[in-house]
C-alpha cells in the first residue's frame, strides 16, 4: 500500500518540551510538507522540503524545526518556543517538479498542557 | 494575504439539493487547482482537480467550473447526500507549492 503516514495519532506533552512528529511516505515523492490546523481553520504552511537535505520554511515556521534527510522521512520538531503548539499537523507530499497533486496522512494531533 | 479566498464558510443544504462552493485567486502562476474533502480527525482527501486550460471537469457527482478570465472555480455537488457533509477546501498549485482556502463546512440535511 502507497502513502503518507504519521505517528502517533494523539500526542501528549507537557508545556517546555520538544516533541517531534513523524512522517514517512513510500510514494517515492520528491516533495514533502508540514501544515498545522487549528479547529474550524484553514491550512497553514509550516515548511516543505523540495529534495533530500533541502527546505524552506512556510508561513508559520516561528519555534519549529525539520530536517530532511532520507526521501522518505520528513519529522517536525516542536519546540518549546511555539507559543501555541496543541493544534492538528498534517503532513503531505507531492511528486515534485512541479507536477501533480497533495497527498495528505491521517494527521497528528498534539496536545500541549 | 490570503491568496485563494473561499466562499461560503459553512453550508446548509438539503439531501438531493446541489452544494455550490467557490474560489477566487489573483495569481496568474497558478496551474492546478484542486479540491478536498476533509472528515473531522482525518486528512484531506482529493476530490477532483482541474487544470487552468479546462472550463469544466465532472467526476460522478462532483464537477468544477473554472473560469480563467474572472479568476474564479467552484466545486457543485449534485445530489447532495448526509455522507457527504464535511469540509471542503479549494487549492491552487504554484509549481510545488499549494495554497489553500479557509474552507467550507458543509452539512446536507437528511
Known amino acids: 500500500d502507497g502513502g503518507i503516514t504519521q505517528s502517533p495519532k494523539y500526542l501528549f506533552r507537557k508545556e517546555g518540551q520538544n516533541v517531534t512528529l513523524s512522517c514517512e511516505q513510500n510514494l517515492n515523492h520528491d516533495a514533502m510538507y508540514w501544515y498545522r490546523q487549528d479547529p474550524g481553520q484553514g491550512l497553514r504552511l509550516i515548511y516543505y522540503s523540495q529534495i533530500v537535505n533541502d527546505f524552506q520554511k512556510g508561513d508559520i515556521a516561528e519555534g519549529y524545526s525539520v530536517s530532511r534527510e532520507k526521501k522518505e522521512s520528513f519529522p517536525l520538531t516542536v519546540t518549546s518556543a511555539q507559543k501555541n503548539p496543541t493544534a492538528f499537523y498534517l503532513c503531505?507530499?507531492?511528486?515534485?517538479?512541479?507536477?501533480?497533486?497533495?497527498?495528505f496522512g491521517p494527521g497528528t494531533r498534539l496536545t500541549v498542557t | 494575504q490570503q491568496q485563494v479566498k473561499q466562499s461560503p464558510q459553512s453550508l446548509i443544504v438539503q439531501k438531493g439539493g446541489i452544494s455550490i462552493i467557490n474560489c477566487a485567486y489573483e495569481?496568474?502562476?497558478?496551474?492546478?487547482f484542486p479540491w478536498y474533502q476533509q472528515f473531522p480527525g482525518k486528512g484531506p482527501a482529493l476530490l477532483i482537480a482541474?487544470?487552468?486550460?479546462?472550463s469544466e471537469k465532472k467526476e460522478g457527482r462532483f464537477t468544477i467550473s473554472f473560469n480563467k478570465s474572472a479568476k474564479q472555480f467552484s466545486l457543485h455537488i449534485m445530489d447532495s447526500q448526509p455522507g457527504d457533509s464535511a469540509t471542503y477546501f479549494c487549492a491552487a498549485r504554484n509549481f510545488n507549492k499549494f495554497y489553500f482556502g479557509s474552507g467550507t463546512k458543509l452539512n446536507v440535511k437528511p
Open positions: 495569481n496568474t502562476a497558478f496551474d492546478y
Open positions: 482541474i487544470r487552468p486550460d479546462v
Open positions: 503531505a507530499s507531492n511528486p515534485g517538479q512541479g507536477l501533480g497533486e497533495q497527498y
